[in-house]
């Protein structure tokens, strides 16, 4: 049940990791899934529409590696760009405040989390309209390898 919630990005809140371990073992979970759910879904997505060839990208002339390297390193200054500035609005720990952008970056939002002061809901407002829409690009350039 956990697992579908974190996958489809549901987040219905009455379940939600405790302690440092399980949360930073949901933020690795939560971004692969997501990642791998949305991939799966486009796979989907293209059998549908199997009429449309010529969008079919030819990735064999090319290393993979640098573009999940680049896509990895995008997603980790994301949550570091989270992360570093919730953690020091809220006075939350680093692990916590890791936590909380990677279930923001995600949409899961289990609610567990969440900014209390008016300088942490204005940052949030902002990062989330930014970092949202690069998570967002970055998935889209992963599902397209």
Known sequence: YFAVVTLTTVGYGDLCPVGTDSKLLTCF???SAVGLFSSLLAGLASQVVAGHEDTIHDTSSRSLLPTIRRIALVL???ILLGAVPFA???GKTC???VYWACISLTTVGYGDEVPKTTAGKAFTTVYLLVAAVIFVQELTHLVDL
């Open 95 to 97: 692990a916590e405040a």
């Open 88 to 90: 020091w609005l809220e």
């Open 29 to 31: 979970f939560a971004l």
């Open 76 to 78: 980790l200054g994301l």
